[in-house]
């Protein structure tokens, strides 16, 4: 079979699956419909990074998205600022959403008001679904951003929800705040609160438990907690203690396990990405090998420990969620390497990473192109079978994630 041929039967098998998003932070969608938006939600998020980095000011930035700012100067600023950013992966997934939503290239100053106003016109109730069908999203395993500790999430048929859990308690938090920590005065009762919550997220149909640390695991026995415990107590300030923190993280584990929650684990990229390197989270694999570990992002830029990681750990798995409009170019690099390093029920292929539902389909499309150029390197290389590269597309978008989330 000739290259053109192959690759035009990979991308078509590819872009028919109904996939399993494994991630993103979809807002709810009456929220949504709610919201006053304009163009300048096809360029925020990810585009606000790079634009940040190309050197717009903090002031300028919150001039540009903020939803009152008068929509010309909205345009003067993005005028001033897209030609530095116009070709990196997140503005390549802007520019598919305008093509295929308002059949158009690229904003322009001839278009951006009409962009915006059918934006706004077309954020009507069930609009979610036309947008995940179009884009052959079958289910999202939605981390919505909402404190954990404050609410039991709800699911929807489309968005199923992963839940942050915990975050780092204070003397606040003990004495009036949220659900999870209020009330507790020694270990049994933390033991017994955690206990009860992650219960409650599995009878409630949660999926998995998010957990984002941003600084390597440490160990915390019980003599160091109870005195942590007691020194918040006695405070009641907001001084966070990071190693009851630990302590409490070790408790949601050894729950996790007990219900059979799996665990999403955002790695590398953000802020001072050195706290998110997955090596420094090993001894938490060793120390849970029942619990179900999905690591994110392949960890970029650590992207060969996570994949040495899920070869290493029966229980560890890599994801390849936000990837494709990190860089293309990286995610490409990092399925060849996948195909020949890791047995393949290792490996999660799609999630997306946005707030706002209007920017997923442009990830699905550069997930299509990358992972078919991906396989058809494998296929040309002589390592796959066209039969087995598309069992491999088929594993890590559906079958996988699907067993792994139980969606
Ligand atoms: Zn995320």
């Not at 300030?237 to 396990?257: H, I, K, M, N, P």
Request: glycine share 6%; aromatic share 14%.
């Amino acid at each position: 079979m000739n290259t053109e041929v192959l690759k035009q039967e990979l991308y078509e098998y590819i872009s028919a699956l109904k996939v399993v998003d494994c991630h993103e932070h979809i807002i709810d969608e009456k929220e949504a419909v709610e919201s006053k938006v304009d163009f300048s939600i096809l360029v925020n998020q990810y585009n606000r990074c790079d634009f940040s980095s190309a050197g717009m000011k903090p002031a300028e930035l919150e001039e540009f998205y903020h939803p009152d700012t008068d929509l010309e100067r909205k345009w003067n600023i993005f005028e001033k600022w897209y030609p530095y950013v116009e070709d990196t992966s997140y503005m390549k997934a802007t520019k598919l959403v305008l093509q295929h939503d308002f059949g158009v290239e690229e904003l322009t100053k001839d278009n951006y008001r009409q962009i915006s106003a059918q934006l706004q016109a077309r954020r009507q109730p069930g609009y979610y679904k036309k947008i995940f069908e179009d884009c052959g999203i079958r289910v999202v395993l939605n981390d919505d951003l909402i404190p954990y500790s404050q609410r039991f999430p709800e699911n929807t048929d489309l968005l199923k929800r992963v839940v942050r859990a915990p975050d780092v308690p204070d003397g606040v938090q003990m004495v009036n705040e949220g659900f999870f920590y209020n009330g507790i005065t020694c270990l049994a009762d933390l033991r017994e609160r955690v206990k009860w919550y992650i219960g409650t997220l599995k009878k409630l149909d949660n999926k998995g438990i998010k957990l984002m640390f941003g600084m390597p695991y440490e160990s915390v026995d019980d003599i160091e907690a109870a005195a942590e415990l007691q020194r918040l107590l006695r405070s009641q300030t907001e001084q966070g203690s990071t190693r009851l923190f630990w302590y409490t993280v070790d408790l949601v584990l050894d729950e996790a396990a007990k219900e059979g929650l799996p665990v999403s684990m955002h790695t590398g990229y953000w802020e001072d990405f050195r706290g998110y390197s997955p090596e420094g989270y090993i001894p938490l694999f060793f120390r849970h090998p029942d619990v179900r570990f999905d690591l994110f992002h392949l960890g970029y830029p650590y992207v060969k420990p996570s994949l040495m990681l899920a070869k290493n750990f029966a229980n560890v798995r890599v994801d390849l969620c936000w990837t494709y409009i990190i860089s293309q170019q990286f995610a490409y690099d990092s399925l060849c390497q996948i195909v020949d390093f890791l047995p393949r029920n290792k490996v999660h292929g799609f999630g997306g990473d946005f707030r706002q539902a209007e920017r997923v389909y442009g990830h699905r499309m550069m997930m299509n192109e990358t992972m078919s150029a991906a396989l058809v390197a494998k296929v040309s290389d002589g390592t796959l079978s066209l039969e087995k590269a598309k069992l491999w597309a088929r594993s890590m978008l559906v079958d996988n994630p699907a067993e792994f989330y139980n969606v």
